[in-house]
């Protein structure tokens, strides 16, 4: 099993910077890819950006595409999302997932091939 840890939610200023982060820990060796998706209230959760966890490649969701960007630590088994030039269209809940199956990053954009989801951390846009 793995789990994964998200941290660095919090309110912040349209136009500025956030960074969020998720720890993997227990058998890591198991993950393929991690991803971010977003949910807010009444709305489906919405995939933002994903990496695979050895090479690197990362994908993203068009609209945060040339504003957020997804890196990993494989030495701290951490995934970090950079948020910059955020909007209210950004705020919500941020969940980390990580997937075990071996699959085109482009795939990952669905919730489905998520295997172990973390509890969310609130990011929200003040204006």
């Known amino acids: 099993q793995v789990q994964v840890v998200e941290s660095g939610g919090g309110l912040v200023q349209a136009g500025r910077s956030l960074r969020l982060s998720c720890a993997a820990s227990g058998q890591t060796f198991m993950i393929y890819a991690m991803g971010w998706f977003r949910q807010t209230p009444g709305k489906e959760r919405e995939f933002v950006a994903a990496?695979?966890?050895?090479?690197?490649?990362?994908f993203y969701a068009d609209a945060v595409k040339g504003r957020f960007t997804i890196s990993r630590d494989n030495a701290e088994n951490t995934v970090h999302l950079q948020m910059d030039s955020q909007t209210a269209d950004d705020a919500g809940v941020y969940y980390c997932?990580?997937?075990?199956?071996?699959?085109?990053?482009?795939?990952?954009?669905?919730?489905?091939?998520?295997?172990?989801w973390g509890q969310g951390t609130q990011v929200t846009v003040s204006s």
């Open positions: 990496i695979s966890w050895r090479g690197g490649s990362a």
């Open positions: 997932a990580a997937g075990r199956t071996q699959l085109s990053m482009t795939l990952y954009s669905a919730a489905y091939w998520y295997n172990f």
